[in-house]
């Protein structure tokens, strides 16, 4: 997680709760999109093809992946808050409501400064206050981090 997503330690990882009706905004019973779903883990890549709906390769991974336990939510590219587009690729940006976090889990590696800034603004933000913040530090003996209370 910390490597891939979390800009090798000096980012942050947020925990969300899943239980949130943010997680749960299907349509209908047959709808796929805006609700949680597991990622499949296989070695065979699935085939890109999306005809009749099917959404087979967008929830599925290495089997290489599979120490992740990941889930996803997928929903439709017009739905997104914000389009930011940078060194020729465009990005989506969607909102989600503060109070699906539960906890935030600050980088071993987080510069000084930006873990002040980032803790301030969770203090000073009402919609943040329920937010529990969590400092994770590498291990002097293990190779482990060691995640406690900031």
């Not at 000096?10 to 047959?30: H, L, M, P, W, Y």
């Not at 997104?80 to 409501?97: A, C, D, I, R």
């Amino acid at each position: 997680m910390w490597a891939h997503y979390a800009c090798s330690h000096e980012g942050f990882v947020i925990e969300f709760d899943t239980e949130s009706a943010f997680f749960n905004q299907r349509r209908s019973q047959k709808d796929d999109f805006r609700h949680l779903k597991p990622v499949q883990y296989s070695t065979v890549r699935p085939p890109l093809t999306f005809d009749n709906g099917d959404i087979t390769a967008m929830l599925t991974k290495s089997e290489h992946w599979s120490y992740e336990r990941e889930w996803r939510m997928m929903v439709d590219l017009s739905d997104s808050t914000n389009t930011l587009s940078f060194h020729g690729k465009t990005y989506h940006l969607f909102e989600f409501p503060p109070s699906c976090i539960t906890s935030v889990i600050l980088g071993a590696r987080m510069p000084e400064a930006i873990r002040a800034r980032f803790l301030e603004l969770i203090k000073e933000t009402p919609t943040l206050a329920h937010i529990i913040c969590y400092q994770a530090s590498t291990d002097d003996t293990l190779f482990k981090l060691n995640i406690g209370p900031t």
